[in-house]
Nanobody, 122 residues
Framework: QLQASGGGLVQAGGSLRLSCAASGLTLSGYTVGWFRQAPGKERQFVAL????????AYADSVKGRFTISRDNAQDTVYLRMNSLKNEDTAVYYC?????????????????WGQGTQVTVSS
């Protein structure tokens, strides 16, 4: 029901913009989070944005480099990733949480996309 896209191969220091779109639900009513999972590692929270876009939160590791935003008219959420590092390499997932409280825990999210691979090379 969620489709993440925009991943790819980029050199360290480069930028990518990920997009999250939905089918079968309207994203504008949900908090949307981005999570990532690197090989052999646990899933990690990256960023979230509440339904209105008025509240955002970021993992410390991406603060100042990543920006989450949403366009409710297009029913899409974006993750702009700048100054990419090797350690940002992972599969990135977007997820939607219909509760009234924002959460960085993946278990709080009701719907998940299939993920998009981001690979940062030296």
């Amino acid at each position: 029901q969620l489709q993440a896209s925009g991943g790819g191969l980029v050199q360290a220091g480069g930028s990518l913009r990920l997009s999250c779109a939905a089918s079968g639900l309207t994203l504008s009513g949900y908090t949307v989070g981005w999570f990532r999972q690197a090989p052999g590692k646990e899933r990690q929270f990256v960023a979230l944005i509440n339904w209105s876009g008025g509240r955002t939160a970021y993992a410390d590791s991406v603060k100042g480099r990543f920006t989450i935003s949403r366009d409710n008219a297009q029913d899409t959420v974006y993750l702009r990733m700048n100054s990419l590092k090797n350690e940002d390499t992972a599969v990135y997932y977007c997820a939607a949480d219909g509760s009234r409280y924002i959460s960085t825990r993946g278990g709080s999210y009701d719907y998940w996309g299939q993920g998009t691979q981001v690979t940062v090379s030296s």
